[in-house]
């Protein structure tokens, strides 16, 4: 009996990554990718402190309402 080779829907082969990044490539050429990917570190790192430090504005605002 032939062996039946079932591929989940969605997954995806070397050759279809390999298909993405040259269309990437095609559109936003090879400089514009460094400076996109900086932008969204740069993003990730001040949601981060973001999250991390306490706003100025709530320390403010509830000393605000005492008085």
Same mark, same amino acid.
């Given at each position: 009996?032939?062996?039946?080779?079932?591929?989940?829907?969605?997954?995806?082969?070397?050759?279809?990554?390999?298909?993405?990044?040259?269309?990437?490539?095609?559109? &936003?050429? +090879? $400089?514009?990718?460094?400076?996109?990917?900086?932008?969204? %570190?740069?993003?990730?790192?001040? &949601?981060? +402190? $973001?999250?991390?430090?306490?706003?100025?504005?709530?320390? %403010?605002?509830?000393?605000?309402?005492?008085?």
């Amino acid at each position: 009996m032939p062996k039946i080779r079932s591929i989940a829907m969605g997954s995806l082969s070397v050759w279809h990554w390999l298909i993405v990044m040259v269309i990437v490539l095609l559109l &936003f050429g +090879r $400089g514009k990718i460094p400076t996109l990917m900086g932008d969204v %570190a740069q993003g990730i790192k001040a &949601f981060k +402190r $973001g999250i991390a430090d306490p706003a100025p504005n709530e320390t %403010a605002g509830s000393n605000n309402e005492r008085q």
